[in-house]
């Protein structure tokens, strides 16, 4: 299992090293000049040159490059401060640490996409489960025909419903809004709950739909029957076997719907008016401050590859053929 780890480990180290190359040579593959973007308008030549020796950008790309690298694990000198590890940069837009305003804004994110996960796998594996224990009934029929319409919703469309109907009509949920765990769990709960069935809302119909043609599956193979044919009960032989066989192949499409799931969680934040890294994201693109944008999208690349090897530990968890191979 170790070695498994280690092997992951360094494939995802690579991954890393080849996202943060990417987004940062991506950086000078767009149009402006970045000292001028972090000048802003009716800037003078002198104030622009001051701003590219300040943040580095008059070296050559490529040292520039092992720079910030270097800033990343050890930390950075600039001319306005210094910038300690992991250092991202400064701030074009409010010249602050681009890696203390993700800290900030990254529990939002964080809170919406777990607890989103928990709500789709519980309620998309539990409808999979009923749907293939009555398979070919009227409560097969029923929950896959409403996994259809989930399948065809929008997250921006059901969210500005559910908030009118259930928040400002109906008034049985509280508003949307981010309260951090430790400093009131119940707050936690109650201000996130719309947001998390929203967001679970597509992901609850694909999941039950994949759990009910995996359980189908798992019941119809050999060693089931034998487990039948041995006099077990049903219940045991559709928990013990049926449904651990049926799992593994669930884990490992959770560890591939992480970046849908990402993307969903910054609709999300713009739904409801959430402030987490999806709205600091697209308020870096529209004023074009690139520091704060690279930075986002190194850190949640990084964030959804340790998350996928978190996945696949526990996928060799449950299939111990995978950390043998």
Known sequence: MLRFLLRRSLGALVIIFLISAITFFLFFALPSEPALLACGKNCSPEAVALIERNLGLDEPVPLQFWHYLAGIVAGRDFAVGRCDAPCLGYSFNDSQPVWETILDRYPTTLSLTVGGTVVFLVVGVGIGMVAAARRGTVTDKLFSSLSLIGNSLQIYFVGVIALWLLVDTWGVLDNPEYTPLTEDPARWFTGLLLPWLILSIIFVANYSRMTRSQ?????????????????????????????????????????????????????????????????????????????????????SCTAIVVANIIVDALYAYIDPRVRLA
């Open 215 to 299: 359980m189908i599956e798992q019941l119809d193979e050999e060693h089931v029957r034998t487990a039948r044919a041995k006099g077990m009960s049903r219940r045991t032989v559709f928990f013990r076997y049926a449904w651990r066989g049926a799992l593994a192949p669930i884990v490992t499409i959770v560890g591939i719907d992480l970046g849908s799931l990402f993307g969903g969680a910054m609709i999300t934040e713009f739904t409801f008016g959430l402030h987490g890294l999806g709205r600091l994201a697209v308020n870096s693109v529209t004023e074009k401050d690139l520091p704060m944008l690279m930075g986002v999208m190194l850190f």
